[in-house]
């Protein structure tokens, strides 16, 4: 059975239950990272004095198979003090280590992205705005971060196990 097939009723359940939520809490946040660690990712909190990648981003995700498998959570830009910050970085770099796990480009059926692109025209219009700097799987891959980052923990945390843990892939 292919990922997508068993990713379909999870995601058509998170769209159409979608609401404003509160983001994640220090525990949510530990989760997520110890669910990314467990996939090989290695997680780094950098500043932009000794990473210029960071500059401008809140976080990023690189990956070069068999180099290179990175994800940085940008101190300067994200209030690691903050929980409801992190866990928002962190979701929107967790689901580009999910959308790797299944092959890289876009983790969901394309069917979901409409609804998802309403979503954040609505709840966060100026990521929205952003996405339009991509084009291709680019900007679809940038469309399911951003949506991440309001929904809720669970929703996440269970995508991106469905995604890397699953035996189907």
Known sequence: MKFTTLLAPAVAAASFLSAPVEAGSTQDVVRLIELVKGTGTQVSVNTNQYDENCKGRHGYYVYEKDEI???VVCEDQTNTDNADEVWETVAHESMHIA??????GPLMPAKYHPRFLRELRT????????????????????????WAELQEPAKIIGLFELACYSEEN
């Open 123 to 146: 709840l966060a219009p100026h990521y929205a705005k952003t996405l339009m700097d991509y084009s291709g799987n680019k900007q679809l891959a940038e469309l399911e971060a951003f």
């Open 69 to 71: 498998d990175l994800m």
């Open 99 to 104: 959308q790797a796990c299944v092959g890289g």
